[in-house]
């Protein structure tokens, strides 16, 4: 939680304008909980699989589209037609697809980590910088004036 609190902002405000604001804002969020994560993932896990951020963006976009079809299909049973044949069709393919797309991002291997320091030592300094990097872009950002 805390990666997603205190790192994704500041990534969010670092990809701001340098990536679209769909893929920004979903690659903060999960890039925060990875780098928060991964020193606990590798303690008790004794390995990293970064596949997970590429996976995360795919499985948020395919989250959002299921969710989007799931209210249209209840708002849809309300209306005698029978449309729930093409909301379970379109339904069953996106959950169809997420599934894929999740075991084929597990088969992927990681590596292996034999003592969890090195990666806490890492994530420590790269959340330093990762704020550091973010403070200078905002006093750059506020320096330049705006067009208003």
Do not use: C, H
């Amino acid at each position: 939680m805390v990666g997603i609190l205190v790192l994704s902002p500041a990534l969010r405000n670092i990809f701001r304008g340098r990536l679209p604001e769909i893929l920004s804002g979903t690659l903060s969020v999960s890039l925060g909980a990875v780098i928060a994560t991964n020193p606990v993932v590798a303690a008790f896990f004794g390995s990293l699989k970064p596949v997970g951020i590429m996976a995360g963006l795919l499985v948020v976009q395919l989250t959002t589209l299921f969710m989007i079809f799931s209210l249209a299909a209840l708002i849809a049973s309300f209306i005698p037609l029978p449309l729930w044949n093409i909301f379970d069709f379109i339904l069953t393919g996106i959950y169809r697809l997420m599934e894929l797309t999740v075991l084929t991002a597990g088969r992927v291997p990681g590596f292996t980590v034999s003592n969890f320091l090195p990666v806490l030592g890492f994530t420590i300094i790269l959340s330093i910088l990762i704020l550091y990097i973010q403070k200078k872009d905002q006093a750059y950002r506020n320096s330049i004036a705006s067009f208003d």
